[in-house]
């Protein structure tokens, strides 16, 4: 669980993209590829939109 007063951020060797709802997260430095849901999607949206 993560905690309400945890501060998340992106890894600077991530990629990120929305394709149809869903999302995909690239890891570049540990070869590691995500999938995300809608849910997982929209988490990141809102993080980026708070980065600006």
Do not use: H
């Given at each position: 669980m993560?905690?309400?007063d945890?501060?998340?951020k992106r890894c600077a060797d991530t990629r990120y993209r929305n394709i149809g709802g869903?999302?995909?997260?690239?890891?570049?430095?540990?070869?590691e590829v995500l999938v995300l849901n809608e849910i997982g999607v929209r988490l990141l949206e809102?993080?980026?939109?708070?980065?600006?």
């Open positions: 993560i905690a309400t945890m501060v998340l869903e999302g995909v997260v690239v890891r570049q430095t540990a070869s809102l993080r980026q939109q708070s980065a600006r």
